[in-house]
């Protein structure tokens, strides 16, 4: 298995962490989980990155496309999530 799909398995994997755990606070956790794992999973995915740049000697425009499909399959799943729990305050009308 190659290093870039290990990666995406475990940003689903930390993903699911922080929504279990944030499913105990009910739709503000979840809300939250998903804000907190976005900085995370970036902070992660960018150390990966480095390691790449820096240990490895590939270049940032080498690793740049990597960073992407790394970050962006669990991140879209964070924000979809995050959309679906979304505040549905009806709205203030006027009457």
């Known amino acids: 298995m190659s290093r870039t799909t290990?990666?995406?398995?475990?940003?689903?994997?930390?993903?699911?962490?922080?929504?279990?755990?944030g499913a105990?606070?009910?739709?503000?956790?979840?809300?939250?989980?998903?804000?907190?794992?976005?900085?995370?999973?970036?902070?992660?995915?960018?150390?990966?990155?480095a390691v790449g740049v820096i240990d490895e000697g590939y270049g940032v425009v080498e690793e740049i496309p990597f960073w992407i499909l790394n970050f962006v399959p669990a991140a879209a799943v964070a924000v979809f999530?995050?959309?679906l729990v979304?505040?549905?305050?009806?709205?203030?009308?006027?009457g």
């Open 6 to 21: 290990v990666i995406i398995i475990v940003g689903f994997v930390v993903l699911a962490v922080f929504l279990l755990v």
């Open 24 to 49: 105990g606070f009910g739709r503000r956790g979840i809300r939250r989980a998903t804000e907190d794992f976005l900085l995370v999973w970036l902070a992660l995915v960018s150390g990966n990155m």
């Open 86 to 94: 979304r505040d549905e305050r009806p709205a203030v009308t006027a």
């Open 81 to 83: 999530v995050r959309y």
